[in-house]
């Protein structure tokens, strides 16, 4: 059944419609929420949620899911950290991070591809891993006193530009270009959409799965660095909860739990909702604990409205 022009456009500029009707309402109600400095303050704070937002997204789009970003952060964090502690310059933390993470999302590729057990399983024990590993290195503590050069990555400007927001547009650039002009983003769609008509056409499913979770777990690692840079102490406990609101932004954004369907400007705004969310609420004063109430409903009603727009299909 042919979809009307109105059925098309709401599809496709649906989420970007309720962003830019919630920035209204909540500017109606709090005319400082406009302001340049709090705009600022937003992107910022989901600065790394869409930087790992986008590494899931890979991965659902697949078909998968990954239970243990905010544990890839922390270890990621503690390790960079660790590294700050001295005279090293601030990159060699970075480094370390991107390739601590690196290495776990090739591990959790391999370990999927290899014995086919569910992504849910091999990430969940993972997630123990990782969290696991960051309280043993650091003996349960805040790794802090970190140096200059290394907090910059978390807390410097770029002329005007905040640094978090900086990383933001990279990771932002480096996704678009993976998933919309190269390969890497059509042969994730092919296998979400019909892995088995995707291994007919000669797509190398055991190598792009594994490139795909490698991804993932180099943005956890390099955003577990930034977290850690921005707020100068690498803890163990840190990015507890990561993981939910960055899938949550991805499926905002249209990501599709089926498979085959997903974005990276959708994964952007689906998060952007949630931090003007947040930043709203908590500029009229609303408790955070109706915040996560309000933060579920949304999440509820985006999978829904995703289900209704797949059966439509059929």
Same mark, same amino acid.
């Given at each position: 059944? %042919?979809?009307?022009?109105?059925?098309?456009?709401?599809?496709?500029?649906?989420?970007?419609?309720?962003?830019?009707?919630?920035?209204?309402?909540?500017? #109606?109600?709090?005319?400082?929420?406009?302001?340049?400095?709090?705009?600022?303050? !937003?992107? *910022?704070?989901? @600065?790394?949620?869409?930087?790992?937002?986008?590494?899931?997204?890979? #991965?659902?789009?697949?078909?998968?899911?990954?239970?243990?970003?905010?544990?890839?952060?922390?270890?990621g964090g503690v390790l960079a950290?660790?590294?700050?502690?001295?005279?090293?310059? =601030?990159?060699?933390?970075?480094?370390?991070?991107?390739?601590?993470? &690196?290495? #776990?999302? &090739?591990?959790?590729?391999?370990?999927?591809?290899?014995? *086919?057990?569910?992504?849910?399983?091999?990430?969940?024990?993972?997630?123990?891993?990782?969290?696991?590993?960051?309280?043993?290195?650091?003996?349960?503590?805040?790794?802090?006193?970190?140096?200059?050069?290394?907090?910059?990555?978390?807390?410097?400007?770029? =002329?005007?530009?905040?640094?978090?927001?900086?990383?933001?547009?990279?990771?932002?650039?480096?996704?678009?270009?993976?998933?919309?002009?190269?390969?890497?983003?059509?042969?994730?769609?092919?296998?979400?959409?019909?892995?088995?008509?995707?291994?007919?056409? $000669?797509?190398?499913?055991?190598?792009?799965?594994?490139?795909?979770?490698?991804?993932?777990?180099?943005?956890?690692?390099?955003?577990? @660095?930034?977290?850690?840079?921005?707020?100068?102490?690498?803890?163990?406990?840190?990015?507890?909860?990561?993981? &939910?609101?960055?899938?949550?932004?991805?499926?905002? $954004?249209?990501?599709?739990?089926?498979?085959?369907?997903?974005?990276?400007?959708?994964?952007?705004?689906?998060?952007?909702?949630? =931090? !003007?969310?947040?930043?709203?609420?908590?500029?009229?004063? !609303?408790?955070?604990?109706?915040?996560?109430?309000? %933060?579920?409903?949304?999440?509820?009603?985006?999978?829904?409205?995703?289900?209704?727009?797949?059966? *439509?299909?059929l």
């Amino acid at each position: 059944m %042919k979809k009307s022009k109105l059925s098309q456009f709401t599809d496709k500029f649906g989420m970007l419609i309720i962003l830019i009707l919630l920035v209204i309402v909540i500017s #109606i109600l709090h005319p400082s929420f406009l302001s340049a400095s709090n705009f600022s303050n !937003v992107l *910022k704070q989901i @600065a790394v949620y869409v930087i790992i937002g986008y590494g899931v997204t890979f #991965i659902i789009i697949t078909t998968g899911i990954d239970l243990g970003l905010g544990s890839y952060m922390a270890l990621g964090g503690v390790l960079a950290a660790l590294c700050a502690k001295g005279t090293l310059p =601030g990159i060699v933390g970075m480094i370390v991070a991107t390739l601590i993470g &690196l290495a #776990i999302g &090739l591990i959790n590729g391999l370990v999927i591809s290899i014995t *086919k057990i569910p992504p849910f399983i091999c990430t969940l024990g993972m997630t123990t891993i990782t969290r696991g590993a960051a309280l043993l290195i650091t003996n349960g503590k805040p790794v802090s006193q970190l140096n200059k050069s290394f907090c910059w990555f978390g807390s410097g400007v770029v =002329g005007f530009i905040p640094t978090p927001i900086i990383w933001l547009i990279i990771f932002t650039i480096i996704s678009w270009i993976l998933m919309d002009h190269m390969k890497f983003g059509q042969y994730a769609r092919a296998i979400g959409g019909n892995e088995r008509a995707a291994i007919i056409s $000669g797509i190398n499913i055991f190598k792009y799965k594994v490139l795909i979770y490698t991804y993932c777990g180099i943005c956890c690692g390099f955003a577990g @660095a930034v977290l850690a840079a921005r707020v100068a102490s690498g803890s163990p406990g840190a990015a507890e909860g990561y993981e &939910l609101d960055a899938i949550a932004g991805s499926v905002i $954004g249209g990501t599709s739990m089926a498979g085959g369907v997903g974005s990276v400007w959708g994964v952007l705004i689906g998060s952007l909702i949630i =931090g !003007v969310m947040n930043s709203g609420l908590n500029m009229l004063g !609303v408790s955070a604990y109706w915040q996560e109430i309000v %933060k579920g409903i949304v999440i509820i009603v985006a999978v829904i409205m995703d289900e209704r727009k797949n059966r *439509k299909k059929l």
